[in-house]
């Protein structure tokens, strides 16, 4: 028992604080592509701050383009969906300082099994008296150089 007691505090102290701090947004983000893939709406929404908001960079043949999407629209598309949204995401960075935290990971998201396009995804969260909590999600798109493919 003491050697169980010794191991459990070795590793309590092992794990350098940061990395703890950093579990809590990263484990949001997560959650929140769970959610997804599941296609539960409400899920994804109870993550999210009450102010939230989505934003999508693209190039275009114009130049780069940039859209507002209302986070309503996104988890409405979610919910009416009748496929199967797996954004996987890789390289995670996470970054806190009191109750603010920074998550940037690469992603690919597959529609039904297929690879539909990659990026990056940008995530800034609120720490809230109900937790973390995502403020704003800001991605890239395109359909070259993806991991999944």
């Known amino acids: 028992m003491r050697k ?9 102290f092992a794990i350098p604080a940061g990395a703890q701090e950093a579990d809590g947004p990263r484990i949001v983000v997560e959650e929140l592509f769970r959610a997804m893939k599941e ?7 109870g993550l999210l701050h009450p102010e939230a908001r989505l934003v999508t960079t693209s190039a275009g043949p114009d130049g780069p383009r940039t859209s ?15 496929r199967e949204l797996d954004e996987r995401i890789h390289g995670v ?7 603010l935290a920074s998550v940037w990971a690469l992603y690919d998201l597959f529609v039904d099994g297929e690879l539909s ?19 704003e999600i800001v991605d890239t798109r395109r359909t070259e150089g993806c991991a999944g493919s």
Do not use: Y
Not at 39 to 45: C, P, V, Y
């Open 68 to 82: 507002v999407v209302p986070v309503t629209r996104w988890l409405e598309s979610v919910r009416a969906s009748q």
């Open 39 to 45: 296609g539960e709406a409400d899920r994804m929404a």
């Open 117 to 135: 396009h990659c990026g990056v995804d940008a995530f800034h969260l609120v720490r809230t008296q109900e937790g973390w909590r995502i403020l």
């Open 4 to 12: 169980i007691w010794l191991l459990v505090t070795f590793l309590t």
């Open 93 to 99: 960075q996470v970054h806190v300082d009191q109750g």
